[in-house]
């Protein structure tokens, strides 16, 4: 019996794990499927850890959290967890490799995946001019020009974001309308930097060695555009990685809001006692690595809390 299972090795799950080992939990084991870091691990810029001075890669940043945690004891089991599943007043974690682990919490960290657009060109400049994060990168961009994709509340939030710090944003949307929420929709309206691309998908995009060098557009009339800039932010929804909470029938442990995110309180508990969500994966989750790994040391406080209650 675990007196805690994490799922999920990124920076939430890491950071619970060192806070449980040193709060004094005995069996607590972390279950990562891949090898501990999540995914800032494919970041090749990191400039907004705190504390750290220079720009290091996520390799980089995350390479040392590992080892600190196991120093106090947290173990590591690399397997994927299929369920968690409530057994009487503990869990139970079906795992991958057909084994189960009983646990008397849980903290999920399990994060989020931006979905992928699907223009030529995205993955080849992944993180050399296309990017996911505005937070993360908008700042190598400031006074030039940038392109931002997707008509959504993440894409137009992102792109007011970016018209602060970039000298324009050309905002790409494949229909006429906007889904995003009419205020946000009235401030992008209003910002003089930010030019509508609209009824327009990305065909590709192209550069050198160095990274991106222009974003070709194409409208639904098949005319194309070339748009020539250093960067672009594509946000076409994120993938919440919440798998592990579906139950047999498919209904989740616990509550999870429209869009599949983990409904906690501030303390990180979610709607079943002695479960909790911890990182990208719960609601409003600024889905940075500071707040990440924030979240988990409070949930796994609690945790601390109840066991010498
Ligand atoms: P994740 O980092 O997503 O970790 C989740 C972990 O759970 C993964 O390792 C995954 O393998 C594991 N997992 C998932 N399902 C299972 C399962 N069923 N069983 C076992 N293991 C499982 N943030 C910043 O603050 N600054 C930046 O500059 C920055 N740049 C970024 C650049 C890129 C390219 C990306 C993609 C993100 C960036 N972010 C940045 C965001 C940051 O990476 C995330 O906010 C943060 O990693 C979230 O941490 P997490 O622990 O919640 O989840
Ligand atoms: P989203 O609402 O799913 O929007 C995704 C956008 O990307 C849509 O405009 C969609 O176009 C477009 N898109 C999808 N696939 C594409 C592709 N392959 N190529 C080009 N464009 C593509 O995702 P989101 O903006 O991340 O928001 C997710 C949820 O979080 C929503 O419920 C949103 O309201 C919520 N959210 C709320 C806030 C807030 O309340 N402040 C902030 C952020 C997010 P179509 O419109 O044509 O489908």
């Not at 799922?7 to 799950?13: H, K, S, V, Y």
């Not at 800039?229 to 909470?245: A, C, D, H, S």
């Not at 809001?257 to 911890?278: F, H, P, Q, R």
Request: hydrophobic letters at 40%; one cysteine or more; glycine letters at 10%.
């Amino acid at each position: 019996m675990l007196d805690l299972a994490i799922i999920g090795g990124g920076p939430a799950g890491l950071t619970a794990g060192l806070y449980a080992t040193r709060g004094g939990l005995k069996d607590v084991v972390m279950f990562e499927m891949g090898m501990p870091g999540g995914q800032i691990m494919n970041s090749s810029e990191v400039e907004n850890y705190p504390g750290i001075k220079e720009v290091l890669t996520g390799m980089e940043l995350m390479e040392p959290w590992p080892e600190q945690c196991m120093r106090f004891g947290l173990k590591h089991q690399m397997v994927q967890v299929v369920r968690v599943e409530k057994s009487g007043e503990y869990f139970k974690l079906l795992l991958a490799d057909d084994k189960e682990e009983l646990a008397k919490s849980v903290i999920v960290c399990t994060g989020a995946t931006p979905k992928k657009a699907g223009f030529d060109g995205e993955d080849e400049f992944f993180g050399k001019g296309v990017s996911t994060c505005a937070t993360c990168d908008g700042f190598f961009y400031k006074d030039k020009e940038v392109a931002v994709l997707g008509g959504g509340d993440t894409a137009l939030e992102e792109a007011l974001h970016l018209s602060n710090i970039c000298k324009k944003v050309y905002l790409i949307h494949r229909r006429e309308e906007f889904r995003a929420a009419p205020s946000t929709i009235e401030h992008i309206m209003n910002k003089d930097n930010i030019e509508l691309v609209l009824n327009s998908s990305v065909k590709n995009v192209y550069g050198d060695k160095m990274g991106v060098t222009g974003v070709m557009t194409v409208d639904n009339d098949g005319k194309e555009r070339d748009l020539k800039v250093p960067g672009i932010f594509t946000f076409v929804g994120m993938n919440i990685n919440n798998r592990v909470l579906m139950q047999e029938d498919e209904t989740p442990l616990c509550k999870l809001n429209d869009y599949g995110e983990v409904i906690v309180d501030l303390s990180m508990k979610t709607s079943i006692d002695g479960l909790y969500a911890a990182g990208d994966i719960r609601i409003f989750a600024p889905k940075q690595v500071v707040c990440a790994a924030a979240d988990g040391a409070t949930a796994a406080l609690q945790v601390v809390a109840k066991a010498h209650s």
